[in-house]
């Protein structure tokens, strides 16, 4: 299965990257840590750096999957 790229922001100097998930389990990616009682299972953390060259900062990207409301 092909994973779906997601577009995200370093936090700190707004460059714009793209992630893949790390499997095809936890399929959404966020800054922000999910509630405990919005996800199935855990969230993995992600940690990356920041590739633009004047900024490098490290943080997490958290990966879950969320729950489906019907």
Request: with cysteine.
């Amino acid at each position: 299965m092909m994973l779906n790229k997601a577009k995200l922001e370093c936090p700190r100097c707004h460059w714009i990257f793209e992630m893949t998930p790390p499997d095809g389990e936890h399929m959404v990616l966020s800054l922000e840590k999910p509630a405990a009682d919005r996800i199935l299972g855990d969230a993995r953390e992600v940690r990356h750096t920041c590739r633009n060259q004047k900024c490098k900062e490290t943080f997490v990207v958290y990966a879950y999957t969320p729950i489906d409301f019907l």
